[in-house]
């Protein structure tokens, strides 16, 4: 399309996806960039939302956020750590908690789903956030 960062008046960073939806909401903003998930709780929260809201467009898919743990913890907890996650949705107990947080299950992370998420910032380096007043 040939648009860059200039073809919105101003860009605005709220501090936060929820934050960016608020400003949405309150007509403070027409458009903002937000996390999949983050639009997903806020609209089971608040369904009446969903009415005032429309999306446009989505980048991906891009993997969701890793599970991380202390590279100096012994390699057979973080074995174990990991056994426990990748087999917790074939739990009663696992299974209820994933899906109170609308989790599926977890697997195993493969480097080359953040190869597109890399792409993106490589993309970006230079887009200037300029600081909008209201």
């Excluded at 400003?23 to 960039?33: G, K, Q």
């Excluded at 969903?50 to 969701?64: A, N």
């Excluded at 209820?96 to 480097?111: G, Q």
Aim: hydrophobic share 40%; charged share 20%.
């Amino acid at each position: 399309m040939g648009e860059n960062a200039s073809f919105f008046g101003h860009i605005v960073e709220s501090g936060s996806h929820v934050k960016s939806l608020a400003m949405i909401l309150n007509s403070t903003v027409d458009a903002a960039s937000i996390d999949s998930n983050v639009l997903a709780a806020y609209l089971a929260e608040h369904p009446s939302a969903k009415e005032k809201l429309h999306v446009v467009t989505s980048l991906g898919p891009m993997p969701i956020y890793p599970v991380v743990v202390n590279k100096q913890l012994p390699e057979d907890l973080k074995g174990r750590i990991c056994s426990a996650l990748l087999n917790m949705h074939m739990d009663t107990d696992g299974a209820a908690f994933l899906t109170r947080h609308s989790v599926e299950k977890f697997v195993p992370v493969d480097p080359s789903l953040y190869t597109e998420k890399e792409r993106i910032r490589h993309d970006a380096k230079g887009v200037v956030i300029n600081q909008a007043y209201y």
